[in-house]
């Protein structure tokens, strides 16, 4: 391929602001360019030029460290910025048929799966080190180990709240006699806790163990844990501060929005005699690793179609349910697996996927579908209660939650759509009508204007608050759902001709732009 990187000049004029003509008699937008020099977004080149600006050090590349010091390494950065540029080259193949999108891929997944935790040598929560990606701070929970002076651990105050790194903890002494006071300050969400005259006797009323419980959630979501193998009074902390770290989890979330892609690229050499002559060597290879990842969650599948946290686990909600999203997510790589291999186990896993999902979704007057983040009906969705017992409650690390019953966002709803038409195609779940429904929520309660009449989308499926730019920006990721209703490209293209997103604007070098090279390619994909 040619040095298609454009110019500083060409970029300028491509950052350039301006107004899209409105929306005439319809909330789905039309999609003529805005203006006459403007991005075309549905054009091979935009997607080959911004690509190669992402293989020339745009963030998000596979550089997951050997150590714990780098924290897009650490949160998830291959699943939310480089799964989408390798989901953005298999439609790009698809579209356009030139096996450069390919190579490209094989380029990027190598180096994807050379940072596997079992490659790498490091491990999760459990000590494990697995074929798969683990990601901590900032998701999983924090941990603070208070100790004596002569570093014994004496308690565990564990914090369930996002962003728990960003937690400093304080101890001081108490007004009495063997207690101590614990100052908790969390600079990302600007909370303050503070827990006086503690005590680690079991017996005292201030007991921080009961204390912390008693009071659980609360700002922070604290809970503590008696490190000391024979509890007894009179110890105290050390004095001081104490920073929180986060346990590593490997997320079944993570695993399928990696390796979705993976195995796409190995269903289309599955299916192409020509495909197989050239990719043969590397189609089994990744059909190995994707077979591997995948069964790093079997623990967490359970029969109903969803996955769970398992109690246990160094999360906000061990023990419930995972949302809709995050199930259906490594659903999407079991799609792709059952295709490939036809394999009855991925058969029976994704039918089953898609009955949970199909019971999720409800009909609403404009015959579209709604359906929530959180399980309907699930302990979240519902809400649970402490038992007076963490051995007995729901969850370890969050006594009492819930109930939370916000619909789904279309960004994660996006993932949504995509295993359920990819489940349809398969014929392993949903019917014709599903799909024509699912079409709907996009251009009935998804697809809207704003008081300018600008093309512009609702947050939720259910069309609630018009979002920001930046919400607009993830819309293109329905495409999946458009040969049912090509407004769905219609509109996903006029908001890209109202927004003119680009590398070098709103931030975008800064948080990864895979999302946008994935939705260009979709914009190209469905195209007619």
Request: aromatic fraction near 10%.
């Amino acid at each position: 391929m040619p040095d298609i990187r454009p110019s500083r000049r060409d970029l300028l004029r491509l950052t350039a602001a301006g107004a899209v003509a409105g929306t005439v008699g319809s909330a789905v937008g039309s999609a003529r360019p805005a203006y006459a020099d403007g991005i075309d977004y549905t054009a091979r080149k935009t997607f080959d030029d911004w690509d190669r600006l992402f293989q020339e050090g745009g963030p998000g590349q596979p550089d997951q460290p050997n150590d714990n010091t780098n924290r897009d390494g650490r949160s998830g950065m291959l699943a939310w910025s480089q799964s989408y540029v390798l989901l953005g080259l298999v439609r790009m193949y698809e579209k356009y048929r030139d096996t450069y999108y390919l190579d490209r891929l094989i380029d990027n997944v190598d180096q994807v799966l050379a940072v596997r935790d079992s490659e790498r040598g490091v491990t999760d929560y459990r000590g494990l080190s697995l074929p798969a990606w683990r990601a901590d701070h900032p998701y999983t929970t924090g941990y603070a180990t208070l100790a004596d002076s002569n570093g014994q651990p004496l308690l565990d105050l564990r914090e369930a709240l996002p962003y728990a790194e960003d937690t400093t903890v304080t101890v001081t002494a108490g007004t009495r006699p063997d207690t101590f006071t614990v100052q908790l300050v969390n600079t990302f969400v600007n909370r303050t806790v503070t827990l006086t005259d503690l005590s680690l006797d079991p017996a005292s009323p201030d007991y921080a163990v009961s204390r912390i419980y008693a009071a659980a959630p609360g700002p922070l979501q604290l809970t503590a844990v008696d490190r000391r193998p024979t509890p007894r009074a009179g110890d105290v902390p050390r004095l001081g501060t104490y920073e929180m770290q986060c346990k590593p989890v490997i997320f079944a979330v993570h695993t399928g929005m990696i390796t979705y892609p993976i195995a796409s690229f190995v269903r289309l050499v599955a299916g192409s005699p020509v495909l197989r002559r050239r990719y043969k060597r590397k189609a089994a290879e990744y059909l190995m690793a994707c077979r591997e990842a995948v069964a790093v969650h079997d623990w967490e599948y359970e029969d109903g179609g969803h996955l769970i946290w398992p109690k246990g686990q160094p999360l906000a909600y061990d023990g419930c349910e995972q949302p809709i999203n995050q199930s259906v997510g490594l659903g999407q790589t079991l799609v792709e697996l059952a295709l490939a291999t036809g394999d009855s186990g991925y058969r029976r896993k994704v039918a089953a996927m898609g009955r949970m999902l199909a019971g999720q979704l409800t009909v609403d007057a404009a015959d579209a579908y709604l359906w929530h983040y959180w399980p309907a009906g699930g302990r979240i969705y519902e809400g649970f209660m402490k038992t007076g017992n963490p051995e007995t409650d729901v969850s370890i690390f969050t006594p009492s939650g819930g109930p939370a019953r916000q619909f789904e966002d279309i960004s994660h709803g996006a993932i949504d759509v995509e295993f359920a038409v990819r489940a349809f195609r398969a014929r392993l779940a949903f019917t014709g009508r599903d799909m024509e429904r699912i079409a709907r929520t996009f251009t009935q309660n998804v697809a809207t204007t704003d008081a300018n009449g600008l093309p512009a989308v609702h947050t939720t499926v259910a069309g609630t608050t018009i979002g920001a730019a930046s919400v607009a920006h993830q819309a293109p990721r329905w495409m999946q759902i458009s040969p049912w209703d090509p407004k769905v490209h219609a509109h996903c293209l006029a908001l890209y001709n109202r927004y003119q997103p680009t590398p070098e604007r709103d931030g975008q070098q800064a948080i990864g732009f895979g999302w946008l090279l994935a939705n260009v390619a979709y914009l190209n994909w469905g195209a007619r």
